[in-house]
């Protein structure tokens, strides 16, 4: 489960100009309306930082290439969740940043 929806969990500068903003989700993702409100709430949070000036000053060579938005799991999302996920990759794009989903298991 997604959590802080108005926290940005991790953020670090990459070497080559852009940033790597990662949501991190210690448990399952939450499949329901509530869950999945939570995940969008903090999915449009990100997506708002890197469109201010702060940003931008952090990290001036940021691109849609170079901007990633991580979520970070510990198990595959199930195939409702990979639906909405496939959604989010859509949404992040159109605002300049690459989505990805990373599998880390303890």
């Not at 300049?96 to 880390?104: D, L």
């Amino acid at each position: 489960m997604v959590e802080n929806p108005n926290h940005i969990d991790i953020l670090g500068a990459r070497k080559d100009g852009g940033a790597d903003l990662v949501m991190v989700s210690p448990d399952p993702l939450d499949e329901s309306p509530e869950g999945q409100t939570l995940l969008l709430d903090k999915v449009e949070t990100y997506l708002k930082y890197i469109h201010t000036p702060d940003f931008r000053r952090q990290c001036p060579g940021a691109t849609p290439q170079n901007t990633h938005v991580v979520l970070l799991v510990r198990e595959k999302p199930s195939p409702l969740m990979e639906q909405l996920l496939e959604r989010v990759s859509v949404w992040v794009a159109d605002n300049h940043a690459t989505f990805f989903v990373r599998i880390e298991r303890e």
